[in-house]
């Protein structure tokens, strides 16, 4: 960075900070000299720290996010070592970063929680910055009208937590942990899906930073092409920094889990599929079935707290197999719910992938047998390896439910029919055979996919924030969708500064 150049920046600092459109970083779309991607990532870094001090960190620092993976109990697969990782405060500070990046050319990548594991989704290498938005955790009310302003960097059990004390509640994660931002983004499955719909279903209006510096708002009535398109189309179009959610009286849960014989899988499996079938007319009942080597792990949840056993459940009630409860029968609310199911995997590498399926019994067993013989050539589970899959139920009231909500809907494409969005997990140490692993994921997600094909029951659709990386996730929204996302990817980033250098994601670049 030559030092006329720097000197110019400082010069004008105060005047980018106190607008969100900033003529001087676009007066010409990269560096007058061509550099590598180190030496753009480096200026980046550099302009980034001359502008905001100490809230600009970097890889050997530790208040950054490889450091901060090693320590917490999430898969450092989601954290690389980055040139450089910005704090910002506020929507402006976003814009100026953004000035930055596309001045410099630099790769970057935006990060909310870091929950999504696939590598270079809210990551980059050296070559790259990271945006951090965790201290946009600002939170406000309106009683008026129900509606929940919060910003990108909180989680959901933040979320909860604040909005019981105020005797409402909003559908979202099902984990505490998960962010708010990458969640709607990607589409966002709550725990009760099928009574509200997706989480991008709850949202009434975005903030959206802009690839050119402009700060934007959109909501059904305001910009309504950019808005649906965000309820999915993950980060095309530009930085989210506030959400407004809409609210409901608070909501009080029913729930337990239990552990079952692995060797039952077969009347477990049956009683899943009844058990799907009866949530169809009982839009508050809500399950899920997680196959592990060593146990099945059942979660029963419902929207209410009935009296009566609710009669959806009644086919787990007549298994014979049940090893003990680990979640005892509970009255709560979502945030004790999401407490107490919120997954905490040892501290290891993650890969995760999702299959879209009709319900069918006879699927679900190949399945289980696919994944059976692919599980024993992985090392044991004493190793720390656990390949583990999870049925997860969606009727056809959740495609409804985005569609008749009055915002102009989403833009997922979800078809109105019972489905299953299988998703399959592996965790393994930090020092285990990658090669070895993502062989095993490969082998199964090919076998999986098969199965369903030739069955006839495969569904289009993956949910972004369950898919791998490699799925094609966009292209499953359906033709109209796509040409959506496409069309307001270009008239809102004119410049493709979301294409060209953000580091990773499901882009518009891939279709």
């Keep these: 960075m030559s030092f006329s150049l720097l000197k110019l920046f400082r010069s004008t600092r105060s005047r980018l900070l106190s607008t969100t459109k900033h003529s001087f970083l676009r007066q010409n779309s ?93 990551s980059t290498r050296e070559d790259g910055v990271i945006i951090d938005l965790h201290r946009l955790d600002h939170k406000s009310f309106d009683p008026e009208t129900g509606i929940a302003s919060v910003g990108a960097g909180n989680t959901w059990g933040e979320v909860y937590t604040w909005l019981e004390g105020k005797g409402r509640s909003v559908m979202g994660g099902r984990y505490e942990e998960i962010g708010v931002a990458g969640f709607v983004l990607g589409g966002g499955m709550p725990g009760f899906v099928n009574l509200r719909g997706m989480g991008c279903d709850q949202v009434r209006g975005f903030e959206v930073v802009l690839g050119d510096g402009h700060v934007v708002y959109c909501s059904a009535d305001v910009r309504p092409d950019l808005y649906r398109a965000l309820k999915g189309g993950g980060s095309n179009f530009g930085v989210v920094t506030k959400f407004d959610l809409q609210t409901y009286p608070l909501l009080r849960t029913q729930y337990t889990v239990s552990l079952f014989k692995t060797e039952d899988y077969a009347n477990i499996i049956e009683a899943s599929v009844a058990a799907h079938k009866e949530m169809e007319t009982d839009a508050k009942a809500a399950y899920f079935t997680n196959f ?75 399945i289980h047998k696919i994944w059976q013989d692919v599980t024993a050539t992985l090392p044991p589970s004493t190793d720390g390896t656990d390949l583990h899959y999870t049925i997860q139920p969606v009727t056809s009231a959740a495609a409804r439910a985005g569609r008749d909500n009055g915002t102009g809907g989403n833009a997922l494409g979800l078809e109105e029919v019972s489905q299953n969005w299988c998703v399959f997990t592996l965790e393994y140490p930090r020092n285990g055979d990658d090669a070895v692993h993502q062989g095993a994921m490969d082998r199964i997600y090919e076998q999986v996919k098969k199965a369903a094909e030739e069955r006839g029951l495969l569904l289009d659709f993956v949910c972004p924030t369950f898919a791998d990386k490699r799925q094609h996730v966009l292209r499953g929204f359906g033709e109209e969708n796509v040409g959506l996302i496409k069309e307001v990817a270009g008239k809102y980033d004119g410049e493709e500064v979301f294409q060209k250098l953000q580091y990773g994601g499901f882009l518009v670049r891939d279709l």
């Design 30 to 122: 990269t560096m007058s000299v061509e550099k590598t991607a180190l030496e753009r990532a480096v200026a980046a870094r550099d302009l980034l720290k001359s502008t905001f001090g100490q809230r600009v960190t970097t890889a050997d620092d530790p208040a950054s996010g490889p450091m901060v993976a090693l320590t917490t109990p999430w898969s450092t697969t989601c954290h690389l070592p980055s040139a450089a990782y910005f704090q910002p405060v506020s929507s402006a500070e976003v814009s100026t970063a953004l000035s930055i990046i596309t001045k410099t050319q630099s790769k970057f990548a935006v990060r909310a929680t870091g929950h999504n594991p696939n590598p270079g989704f809210s």
């Design 292 to 366: 592990h080597r060593d146990f099945i792990a059942i979660g029963q949840l419902y929207a209410d707290t009935p009296k009566e056993e609710p009669k959806a459940f009644e086919p787990f009630r007549k298994l014979e197999s049940m090893m003990a409860p680990v979640v005892p029968k509970t009255d709560g609310t979502l945030s004790t719910l999401a407490q107490a199911i919120g997954h905490r995997p040892p501290k290891g590498k993650r890969v995760i992938f999702t299959i879209s399926t009709k319900v069918d019994t006879d699927l679900y067993l190949a």
